[in-house]
């Protein structure tokens, strides 16, 4: 074990007896057990000192024992009413897990039947062969793409895109970087446009939901898909003046042929359906989770995906964001959430003040520590400040919501800051300074940008 | 100490094997080369790099040698567990019919590369054997993308392996 890794599991291990041993006051012996959780679980998903998805389990399963009514601790005499435990073990099976769980079945069988691909060649056509439009036409496939499917995912198949495309441009030409920075700066941005794009915003509007504020599909999309279209122009615009096209003309090679198998088709349709059903939800109420279950009902009854297909799937990612919900609740039932947040005084913030500050800690954190770890530390704290009265109710809870979700995905300064960063730099194509530079400016405009949305256009439609 | 994946050449012509080593240098920073000349040699070598929890990725081979010839060393790697994953390459002007088909049948034997051999077709075989290495037995294969086919790592991770969403 490396010293980071046991560094982190002796903090953890301090953090998790601290507040067993130390009485704070205010706080329930319920709010105590949470906080053993909490601070394990931050040092735990800080340090990477076991992998992510295991310190999410492991929050799951010491609330079942420490904090729900079939645990071992009596809590009968204090004012907590014990959880059953069904309440912990549930997140795993929480509307927006199913929710992505369509979403990684339909990426999936995507993958599968290569119909991102054709996406790919289909969507780049009109994009002619000016470096700059090719660019162009690069980020907006990747977002549209990192938008239903993972960041990852889309990364790396865009990568096989452009690795031709950098291999006929002069080993001279600055906008070889550009080219390369693009997919990675593109798949970040587009995963803040729909629910599904990225697992912080699971984890966001879970904690939403537990406060009863429902978050349609539509609705998401229509407060964060103007800023990542706006984003998406930002960033090509920095990339081409960071690195600027030597040469007027590229040629793309848009080979392929979309299959036409019947499971193929199967795919298309399904798709297709799934996604126009998704983005409509505001005009027919079909809750989008219900509507996920569609895609992996059809896909797999009809043998398109199968049993070797389901066992592919990104499990741990929704077992990460599953710890991620589970640990909002014990610290909202708890009050533990409040407690926290009731120790420093917010008076004295304006409200701006409070949305920015809140941005920035998580773009900051985000650009270290995993997107969806940012966010499950972060909004429990950001909705209790909002139920506690300090800023204003639904709207203030939804706007801080966005605040968390969207500037974790902003970070994209380092290498580590998300797996497209990661995946671009691996291909030797740039280097780490590139990726500072242009991800420092282009994390910046983000963070202003979501601070001008929650001014001028958030609080009009939430 | 970290774990590393080799390449071992193994020719008794120090000339020879000076040039193969020479051609494939530019992968020795995340594959070093360890070289022998003569079976026995490279029987040590591979014992003291696995002892010290190192991987073969790699063996490019001679046949003629001192003492045992290259097809049986590759035939004793292929027995062992160790090394029977190690992709394994003859690179010879000299090795019969016969014992080229004992290579393939009894030691797997992923390409034979006749002397004289051109760079690029050597760099290329390397390039293709390692990253089927990598992608079968690294969990991560991220770090090794710049040096080997990087398109083919690039795949293979939109197809859910290596690094996912988080």
């Known amino acids: 074990m490396s010293k980071t890794k046991w560094t982190g599991l002796i903090l953890g291990l301090i953090g998790f007896i601290f507040p067993l041993i130390v009485s704070f006051p205010g706080l329930s012996l319920a709010g105590h057990m949470a906080m053993s959780i909490f601070l394990m679980a931050a040092v735990f998903w800080m340090f990477e000192t076991i992998p992510i998805y295991s310190t999410s389990i492991l929050v799951i399963f010491f609330q079942v024992i420490l904090l729900s009514a079939e645990g071992f601790i009596d809590y009968s005499s204090t004012m907590y009413e014990p959880l059953p435990y069904t309440q912990f073990i549930s997140t795993l099976a929480d509307p927006i897990i199913i929710l992505f769980l369509g979403g990684f079945v339909l990426a999936d069988a995507s993958v599968k039947y290569d119909f991102d691909k054709s996406m790919t060649r289909l969507l780049l056509q009109p994009f002619g062969s000016q470096p ?66 990225t697992p912080p915003n699971a984890v966001v509007i879970a904690a939403l939901n537990l406060q009863g504020v429902e978050v349609a599909f539509s609705s998401w999309m229509l407060y964060a898909t103007p800023i990542a279209i706006i984003m998406l122009i930002v960033a090509w615009f920095v990339l081409l003046k960071l690195h600027p096209p030597a ?47 569609m895609p992996v009902a059809i ?19 929704l077992w990460l964001i599953a710890g991620g919900i589970a640990l909002g609740i014990s610290m909202k039932e708890t009050g533990l959430a409040e407690w926290m947040v009731s120790s420093i005084s917010w008076d004295q913030f304006g409200y701006l003040m409070l ?54 995905s902003f970070a994209m300064v380092l290498p580590i800051s998300t797996p497209p960063n990661a995946i671009a730099i691996s291909t030797g194509m740039l280097q780490t300074k590139h990726m500072i530079i242009s991800g420092s400016i282009i994390g910046l405009i983000g963070l202003a940008l979501v601070l001008i949305f929650s001014v001028i256009y958030w609080p009009f439609i939430v | 100490m970290e774990q590393k994946i080799y390449i071992l050449v193994v020719e008794d012509e120090p000339d020879v094997l000076d040039s193969i080593v020479r051609d494939i240098l530019s992968f020795e920073e995340f594959f070093p080369i360890e070289m022998a000349d003569a079976a026995e040699e490279a029987r040590d070598l591979i014992q003291e790099l696995l002892d010290n929890d190192h991987q ?4 490019l081979c001679d046949h003629v040698l001192p003492g045992d010839n290259g097809v049986e060393l590759l035939v004793e790697m292929q027995k062992n567990e160790a090394t029977s994953q190690t992709r394994k390459v003859l690179i010879t002007g000299q090795a019969g019919l016969q014992e080229t088909v004992r290579a393939v049948n009894e030691a797997d034997l992923k390409h034979y590369i006749s002397k004289p051999w051109q760079k690029e077709e050597l760099v290329g075989i390397v390039r293709e054997l390692l990253t089927d290495y990598v992608l079968h037995h690294v969990k991560n294969p991220l770090p090794y993308m710049q040096v080997l086919n990087s398109e083919r790592i690039a795949e293979f991770i939109r197809k859910g392996g290596g690094p996912s969403d988080q």
């Open chain 1, 355 to 408: 949305l920015a500050l809140f941005g920035i800690v998580s773009l900051v954190m985000s650009n270290f520590l995993s997107n969806t770890v940012t966010a499950s530390l972060l909004i429990p704290l950001a909705i209790s400040l909002a139920t506690s009265g300090i800023v204003d109710g639904v709207a203030g809870m939804m706007m801080l919501g966005l605040v968390v979700a969207l500037s974790a």
């Open chain 2, 56 to 59: 073969i990725g790699l063996i």
């Open chain 1, 132 to 197: 700059k439009f090719i660019i162009l036409g690069l980020m907006l496939v990747t977002a549209v793409l990192s938008a239903f499917m993972s960041n990852t995912a889309t990364t790396a198949m865009m990568i096989t895109v452009i690795i031709p495309i950098i291999a006929r441009m002069e080993p001279g030409d600055p906008a070889r970087i550009a080219v390369a920075l693009c997919i990675p700066f593109a798949a970040n941005i587009g995963g803040i446009a729909t629910p599904i794009g």
């Open chain 1, 247 to 293: 040469v007027e003309i590229l040629t793309l090679n848009l080979d392929g042929k979309l299959k036409k198998s019947r499971n193929a088709i199967i795919l298309y349709i399904t798709f297709g359906l799934t996604v126009l059903l998704w983005v409509t939800e505001g005009v027919h109420g079909i809750r989008s989770s219900i509507v996920a279950l």
């Open chain 1, 299 to 317: 896909l797999t009854l009809s043998s398109a995906f199968d049993k070797q297909d389901i066992r592919k799937l990104p499990w741990e990612v």
